[in-house]
């Protein structure tokens, strides 16, 4: 009785955090060193993607070797989207966001609103779900993606990012999640263990207004 009623409370509090505005959520990403760096952002992306359908916060968190191209962890990171329930994250949709916040990146960071993105590319499939999933979690479904665009920041090629992505919401809340795994290591490769481990710590937390 104790633990059904304690699982209880756990439900209740996951939906109550969850159902509060996008901009008052705070999420836990345990960076693997202090080297780790990130940032939190308003979706769309004025600056350079306003056209994303997706409407919410992106918080990202960044290898330390992300902008240098001789590091093994080159152009690796993870992120987070909490975005408002439409359109719902399916492979079409993926596909589509993905590719619109690629090409639109490097147009911005290429200075360049005419570049041919006739090249870039994406492919999105579904997968079979993993052990690992945020706590209070459902409706969790898990994609495998890669991506080909220019690579804007340090070497200006063409360049191939393998991704693991995966959905889900919380019972009781409006909204829906995406978090992503991505680098151009296959994901064979060890370093994508740091990334999963990332992964497996997400957390949800609320900020109430002052």
Not at 18 to 41: D, H, N, S, Y
Not at 111 to 131: H, M, Q, Y
Not at 176 to 187: E, G, I, M, R
Request: glycine share 6%; charged share 20%; aromatic share 14%.
């Amino acid at each position: 009785m104790h633990l059904i009623l304690f699982f209880g409370f756990l439900v209740f509090g996951f939906s109550v955090t969850a159902a509060v505005p996008l901009e008052q959520q705070q999420f836990v990403l345990k960076k693997p060193t202090p080297k780790w760096f990130g940032e939190r952002i308003a979706l769309p992306p004025k600056g350079f993607a306003p056209d994303l359908g997706l409407k919410g916060i992106e918080e990202i968190l960044f290898a330390p070797g992300m902008f240098k191209a001789d590091q093994p962890d080159f152009f690796s990171y993870v992120f987070l989207f909490a975005l408002e329930a439409k359109p719902v994250l399916d492979a079409k949709v993926l596909k589509k966001e993905l590719f619109i916040y690629y090409s639109g990146l490097s147009k911005a960071r290429m200075d360049n609103p005419n570049l041919d993105t006739s090249g870039f590319g994406v492919k999105v499939t579904a997968v079979e779900g993993n052990d690992v999933s945020p706590k209070g979690a459902v409706h969790v479904k898990n994609y495998r993606a890669e991506v080909v665009w220019l690579e804007p920041f340090a070497t200006k090629k063409m360049q191939t990012l393998y991704f693991e992505l995966q959905t889900w919401q919380y019972k009781g809340s409006p909204y829906q999640y995406l978090f992503v795994c991505a680098s151009p290591q296959k994901p064979d490769k060890p370093l994508w263990k740091t990334l999963r481990t990332i992964r497996a710590s997400v957390a949800i937390q609320s900020k109430q207004k002052e």
